[in-house]
């Protein structure tokens, strides 16, 4: 048993951060991406392998994200705190901080997109990042165009928010003096446990109309609990639901 642990915790330790197909590639091809796209956006990387930090800060750049990187929770906070990035991709396996207890800090403090990046082999691991608060997660080895596809829908989810600062609709029911009607095509608000999901603008609000903070994980399981009233789901279902895919 003490061997096989070993063994395990040595292949982890050695996980690539790229395909093997992508890995093995001519040079320039991993950074080579499509013409007609463009990225955008500020990405932190937090990961204490100096090696997976400058090969992602090298590819997300030559893609024009704007890219810092750290090895540690604290050289995080401190970059947090100087800039805040649209988005942070944060290793889960870290000495000290690990990732959950660094995505834990974010989510309670900030609005910033959050994507584990993980050589975890365990499904629970990755159920635990997505509850914590993270958008989504990758795990290596991967395709670096799958991150950029993962980094890009975490960037659209952000930017589909209202600002902080937007007016809550008034709930249901409720007069307001020299306000329009809805129109029409507003988006569609579903009642729940009290409160109303809008599902076009992504916000929870409470029965006076005002809005509940919540994480885009949190809006994908609500909106899901809403169409599958009084059913039992499991973890891998809910997952299935609001990803769209079933766990590796």
């Not at 997300?60 to 942070?88: F, K, T, W």
């Not at 928010?161 to 009607?181: E, H, I, K, L, Y």
Request: with cysteine; aromatic share 4%; glycine share 8%.
């Amino acid at each position: 048993m003490g061997a096989r642990n070993r063994a395990a915790l040595a292949r982890r330790r050695r996980t690539p951060l790229y395909s093997d197909a992508l890995q093995n590639a001519p040079p320039g091809t991993r950074a080579r991406g499509s013409a007609h796209v463009a990225d955008s956006g500020r990405v932190l990387v937090v990961d204490d392998d100096a090696a997976v930090r400058e090969m992602l800060t090298e590819y997300l750049a030559s893609h024009g994200y704007e890219v810092a990187a750290v090895d540690c929770g604290p050289a995080m906070r401190a970059a947090v705190e100087r800039a805040l990035p649209d988005v942070i991709l944060l290793d889960l396996q870290m000495p000290g901080e690990d990732g959950l207890t660094l995505a834990r800090y974010l989510r309670e403090r900030y609005d910033v997109g959050i994507i584990m990046v993980t050589g975890a082999t365990d499904p629970v691991d990755r159920v635990i990042g997505l509850e914590v608060g993270a958008d989504d997660y990758i795990g290596k080895p991967f395709d670096p165009r799958e991150l950029r596809a993962r980094l890009k829908s975490v960037l659209r989810r952000m930017q589909a928010r209202p600002a902080a600062d937007a007016p809550a609709p008034a709930p249901a029911g409720a007069a307001t003096s020299g306000a329009a009607p809805a129109a029409a095509g507003s988006p569609r608000r579903v009642p729940f446990a009290g409160c109303t999901l809008d599902l076009g603008s992504h916000q929870l609000f409470d029965r006076d109309g005002r809005e509940i903070p919540i994480t885009t994980m949190e809006f994908d399981l609500l909106k899901v609990f809403a169409a599958h009233p009084n059913q039992v789901l499991s973890r891998d279902r809910l997952l299935t639901l609001t990803r769209n895919r079933e766990w590796e």
